[in-house]
C-alpha cells in the first residue's frame, strides 16, 4: 500500500466517525446533570434547582451519575434557565462551562501530566480523556475536538457535536485559564457561530498579559 492510500483510508474513516457522531443520538452523561444541579445550588439555592427541574418538566427525573440522557433533558433545562435568568443559552453554556473545569481535572487527573497548561490540556483533550470516557461506557459520546497546534502559543479547534453547544467548550477554555491561572494570557475567539454542530474555536497564549481585556466577558454569578 502506497503511503498515499493508506493516508487515503485515514481520512476516510475519520470522516465516517464524524459522520457517525453527528447522525446518532448523544446521550448526555449524568455527571453533567448532577454538575449542573450543584452549580444551580451553589449559585442561588436547592429550591431554585427543585423549580427549574419542575418547569422543565423534569421534576421525577433524579439524575445519577453513572447513567446517560436523552440530549432533551439539557435543552430543557438550559432553555428554561435563560427564560429565567435573561441570560441566553450561550451566556449559560459558558459560565457552566467554566465551573465545571476543576471537577474535570480531579476526575481525570491520572490521565493530565503534571506540566501541562491550558493549551497542552486542549490538545490531548481528545485522544486522552474524550477517549477514555468513550471506553469507560458504551453510551458516552462526548464531543469530537480536533484540535491543531498551530505553534507553541495558539491552537485552532474544531468542536464537533450535534449537541449545538460550542459555547460550553468556549466555557471550559476560560476555565482552563482560570484554574492554571493563565487568564490573563489565554485569549478565545470563536470563529463560527458557537450553535452549529461544527464550531471553530482559536486560542492564543499572549506573553503580554493583556488576554483578559480582549476577551471582554466579566465574571458574574448565574443569576436565577
Known amino acids: ?80 434557565a435563560a427564560e429565567m435568568t435573561g441570560l441566553s443559552a450561550d451566556e449559560l453554556h459558558e459560565k ?22 491550558t493549551l497542552d490540556m486542549l490538545e490531548h483533550t481528545e485522544t486522552v480523556m474524550h477517549t477514555h470516557v468513550r471506553a469507560a461506557h458504551t453510551g458516552n459520546r462526548p464531543p469530537v475536538l480536533d484540535v491543531r497546534r498551530i505553534g507553541p ?22 476555565g482552563l485559564a482560570r484554574y492554571f491561572d493563565e487568564e490573563n494570557h489565554i485569549v478565545v475567539e470563536p470563529l463560527t457561530s458557537g450553535n452549529g454542530e461544527r464550531v471553530q474555536i482559536r486560542v492564543l497564549f499572549v506573553e503580554n498579559g493583556k488576554a483578559k481585556q480582549e476577551n471582554g466577558k466579566p465574571d458574574s454569578p448565574f443569576p436565577i
Open 1 to 80: 500500500m502506497t503511503a498515499g492510500c493508506f493516508f487515503c483510508i485515514v481520512r476516510q474513516r475519520t470522516v465516517t466517525r464524524l459522520l457517525f457522531l453527528i447522525s446518532v443520538p448523544t446521550p448526555v452523561h449524568g455527571t453533567i446533570f448532577t454538575l449542573l444541579k450543584r452549580y444551580v445550588q451553589t449559585q442561588y439555592d436547592h429550591s431554585t434547582w427543585v423549580r427549574l427541574l419542575e418547569l422543565s418538566g423534569l421534576s421525577a427525573t433524579d439524575f445519577n451519575h453513572r447513567d446517560v440522557y436523552p440530549d432533551e433533558h439539557m435543552y430543557a433545562l438550559v432553555g428554561q
Open 96 to 117: 457552566f462551562g467554566e465551573y465545571l473545569v476543576p471537577d474535570m481535572l480531579y476526575m481525570y487527573q491520572k490521565l493530565i501530566r503534571p506540566e501541562w497548561r
Open 153 to 174: 502559543n495558539e491552537a485552532l479547534i474544531e468542536y464537533v457535536s450535534p449537541r449545538r453547544m460550542g459555547a460550553l467548550a468556549v466555557g471550559i477554555v476560560q
